[in-house]
């Protein structure tokens, strides 16, 4: 396995070093920290909205914020943008248009760049995403969870169904690339009911679904205060099942754990995140991965939005809560955590292309996973056999630095 292509892929150099030929696509991540309320199972950077947006504020910060990380994408064309949060459908139409007329002065967007908004069923206003529509953004990503009103309120949120299908009408309206979120494995939701919830997002025929398990994640209302009525694991298993089997009869491609797109309807920057791209990431809270000739950088900024908005409009980094290079032993956990989450993988030739190392890094383990069933024998792409996808965090330890041979 994999003999086919190491002529050409074991170059005569220090397999520990990073040298990269040519930088990965980049994307940019815009964060906006605001909701109406925080919801008890989210463990997002997001925070209740005062009664008036500091919009300008914000906008000044997050000016501020870019100009500072511009020296490290100088020239660099930027293929998709993401506003996510948070609530960024909170955002004026005024204040989200200087947002993307800044980015568009500073930045080399790609011309068919994918822009994609985050909005929230309860704040969807039909002129406002008209307006949004026109300042550029090109994709909806609609965070509906549930039509039932019931589980609604139980995950707090601030819409109820008939609002979810309304907001899924307006930006279908005003744009051709929509994405709805779904949470399954809710209290009290039987098989029937999460078959009602994928039955109605199915009838708008959105090109793109997420569908994501619900988790009781760390340091969220839920995990100290487990709401009552969770399935049990054969009954959460039977649900996911049952999506996989009726989104693949819809016509839906599972392309990635938990994305399904209609042909052709693949999240452009979702796909760079988990095909190791790089990506800026402004705003509070917001993380970044960027590739230099020799090495690989993570930096964040600082979550509390006063405290970053106070910080950016320094200008000397102040507002940054983290600025490291990654270790050359991390790269191939880190390049595997993201590329195998996709069901076809990666080219073999990506894992040179991303990380800057040399592919004999990693080969050992590469075969030692292929040995064990994990990983496919497929000397062109790296992906997870149907075993390794099933027990994909195993797969993916197996190349913590610890575990490499």
């Given at each position: 396995?994999?003999?086919?292509?190491?002529?050409?892929?074991?170059?005569?150099?220090?397999?520990?070093?990073?040298?990269?030929?040519?930088?990965?696509?980049?994307?940019?991540?815009?964060?906006?920290?605001?909701?109406?309320?925080?919801?008890?199972?989210?463990?997002?950077?997001?925070?209740?909205?005062?009664?008036?947006?500091?919009?300008?504020?914000?906008?000044?910060?997050?000016?501020?914020?870019?100009?500072?990380?511009?020296?490290?994408?100088?020239?660099?064309?930027?293929?998709?943008?993401?506003?996510?949060?948070?609530?960024?459908?909170?955002?004026?139409?005024?204040?989200?248009?200087?947002?993307?007329?800044?980015?568009?002065?500073?930045?080399?967007?790609?011309?068919?760049?994918?822009?994609?908004?985050?909005?929230?069923?309860?704040?969807?206003?039909?002129?406002?995403?008209?307006?949004?529509?026109?300042?550029?953004?090109?994709?909806?990503?609609?965070?509906?969870?549930?039509?039932?009103?019931?589980?609604?309120?139980?995950?707090?949120?601030?819409?109820?169904?008939?609002?979810?299908?309304?907001?899924?009408?307006?930006?279908?309206?005003?744009?051709?690339?929509?994405?709805?979120?779904?949470?399954?494995?809710?209290?009290?939701?039987?098989?029937?009911?999460?078959?009602?919830?994928?039955?109605?997002?199915?009838?708008?025929?959105?090109?793109?679904?997420?569908?994501?398990?619900?988790?009781?994640?760390?340091?969220?209302?839920?995990?100290?205060?487990?709401?009552?009525?969770?399935?049990?694991?054969?009954?959460?298993?039977?649900?996911?099942?049952?999506?996989?089997?009726?989104?693949?009869?819809?016509?839906?491609?599972?392309?990635?754990?938990?994305?399904?797109?209609?042909?052709?309807?693949?999240?452009?920057?979702?796909?760079?995140?988990?095909?190791?791209?790089?990506?800026?990431?402004?705003?509070?809270?917001?993380?970044?991965?960027?590739?230099?000739?020799?090495?690989?950088?993570?930096?964040?900024?600082?979550?509390?939005?006063?405290?970053?908005?106070?910080?950016?409009?320094?200008?000397?980094?102040?507002?940054?809560?983290?600025?490291?290079?990654?270790?050359?032993?991390?790269?191939?956990?880190?390049?595997?955590?993201?590329?195998?989450?996709?069901?076809?993988?990666?080219?073999?030739?990506?894992?040179?292309?991303?990380?800057?190392?040399?592919?004999?890094y990693v080969l050992p383990t590469i075969r030692r996973c292929i040995d064990k069933g994990l990983l496919a024998a497929d000397p062109q792409r790296i992906r997870a056999s149907e075993l390794g996808w099933r027990f994909l965090n195993d797969l993916q330890a197996e190349f913590l630095p610890d575990s490499l041979q």
């Amino acid at each position: 396995m994999f003999s086919s292509i190491e002529p050409i892929r074991l170059q005569p150099r220090d397999p520990s070093r990073v040298q990269f030929q040519a930088l990965p696509p980049l994307s940019l991540y815009v964060h906006v920290p605001w909701c109406v309320r925080k919801c008890p199972y989210c463990d997002f950077n997001s925070h209740r909205a005062p009664a008036v947006l500091p919009e300008a504020e914000y906008l000044e910060a997050l000016k501020a914020d870019l100009e500072q990380s511009l020296p490290l994408i100088w020239g660099r064309q930027v293929v998709s943008v993401f506003i996510g949060g948070g609530t960024p459908s909170l955002l004026s139409a005024g204040t989200l248009d200087a947002m993307l007329a800044l980015f568009r002065a500073y930045l080399p967007l790609l011309p068919d760049a994918e822009i994609t908004l985050e909005a929230n069923p309860g704040t969807a206003e039909a002129q406002r995403f008209k307006d949004y529509a026109r300042s550029g953004v090109n994709r909806f990503s609609l965070g509906v969870q549930s039509f039932h009103d019931e589980a609604l309120q139980k995950l707090g949120r601030v819409h109820d169904g008939a609002q979810a299908r309304q907001a899924i009408e307006m930006a279908q309206s005003v744009v051709q690339r929509v994405n709805v979120d779904l949470m399954y494995a809710l209290p009290g939701q039987s098989l029937a009911l999460a078959q009602a919830d994928l039955a109605t997002a199915l009838s708008f025929g959105p090109e793109h679904l997420s569908l994501y398990h619900l988790t009781l994640e760390p340091n969220t209302v839920f995990a100290k205060y487990p709401p009552q009525g969770l399935p049990d694991d054969e009954l959460a298993l039977d649900i996911q099942e049952w999506l996989i089997e009726r989104t693949a009869e819809a016509g839906y491609q599972h392309y990635e754990i938990s994305a399904y797109s209609l042909p052709g309807g693949q999240s452009r920057h979702n796909r760079n995140y988990w095909q190791f791209g790089d990506y800026l990431g402004i705003g509070p809270g917001a993380h970044s991965k960027l590739s230099f000739p020799d090495r690989i950088v993570r930096r964040a900024t600082t979550r509390n939005p006063e405290a970053w908005m106070q910080a950016a409009v320094k200008r000397d980094a102040s507002h940054l809560a983290e600025d490291r290079t990654v270790a050359v032993e991390e790269l191939p956990f880190e390049f595997m955590l993201n590329a195998l989450r996709l069901k076809d993988g990666v080219p073999a030739s990506y894992y040179e292309e991303r990380t800057g190392q040399s592919l004999s890094y990693v080969l050992p383990t590469i075969r030692r996973c292929i040995d064990k069933g994990l990983l496919a024998a497929d000397p062109q792409r790296i992906r997870a056999s149907e075993l390794g996808w099933r027990f994909l965090n195993d797969l993916q330890a197996e190349f913590l630095p610890d575990s490499l041979q």
